[in-house]
């Protein structure tokens, strides 16, 4: 779900039954929340050597889904946990971002999609709760009657918002509306609204 910083989308998330929160925020690692603290590497520090966050989660995989303490995980933040992926891709390929493969971008590019899309189609499936934690993004777009609007969304790249609104069940904004915390759901224009 898009949220607003310090609003406390963390925490919210920890109370789902038997969460884990596969903590990728670094300014969020003293929470009192059960979590696993995932620090971020970029392609060339892995090239150099460093530890591959992104292998390192898909070799636990299995253990979050047979683990049966735990019921739910929490993606905090999806934005990082999909660069993860990013970085891992472009690193095993020796690049930095994906450009620098020259005719063969297109490939790295699918390649992260498929590798990204593969293993959270596989918890989707599984009889975990799967949580993906943003933050908001807001940005002006232009109606049909040439009037404009703003529209809050979650922050993540663009690939990985394509694959949240094809797996989410619920997309939900948890920020401040008319002043107090509350949970909108899905259309920006007409929300529902739950006060908190």
Same mark, same amino acid.
């Given at each position: 779900f898009p949220v607003t910083i310090g609003i406390g989308?963390? /925490?919210?998330?920890s109370q789902? =039954?038997?969460?884990? !929160?596969?903590?990728?925020? =670094?300014n969020r690692r003293n929470l009192r929340i059960r979590q696993l603290s995932i620090k971020k590497q970029e392609a060339k520090d892995i090239i150099d050597g460093a530890p591959d966050p992104w292998e390192q989660l898909n070799h636990t995989?299995?253990?979050f889904l047979y683990d049966e303490t735990i019921d739910h995980l929490n993606f905090d933040?999806?934005?990082?946990?999909?660069? !993860?992926?990013y970085h891992s891709i472009c690193?095993?390929?020796?690049? /930095?971002? =994906?450009k620098e493969a020259g005719r063969g971008s297109a490939d790295v590019w699918i390649e992260i999609r498929e590798e990204w899309s593969a293993y959270f189609d596989t918890l989707v499936a599984s009889r975990l709760g799967v949580?993906?934690?943003?933050?908001?993004? /807001?940005?002006?777009?232009?109606?049909?009657n040439g009037g404009k609007v703003d529209v809050t969304g979650p922050s993540c790249a663009p690939a990985c918002l394509t694959y949240i609104k094809q797996a989410c069940d619920y997309v939900l904004?948890? @920020?401040?509306?008319? @002043?107090k915390r509350a949970i909108?759901?899905?259309?920006? !224009?007409? =929300?529902?609204?739950f006060p908190m």
């Open positions: 989308k963390s /925490t919210l998330a789902f =039954p038997n969460a884990l !929160t596969l903590m990728y925020e =670094p995989a299995q253990r933040s999806v934005d990082i946990a999909y660069e !993860t992926a690193a095993a390929n020796k690049i /930095t971002r =994906p949580n993906l934690i943003s933050h908001a993004k /807001t940005r002006e777009i232009e109606e049909l904004y948890y @920020g401040i509306h008319g @002043g909108c759901l899905r259309d920006p !224009t007409k =929300p529902i609204i």
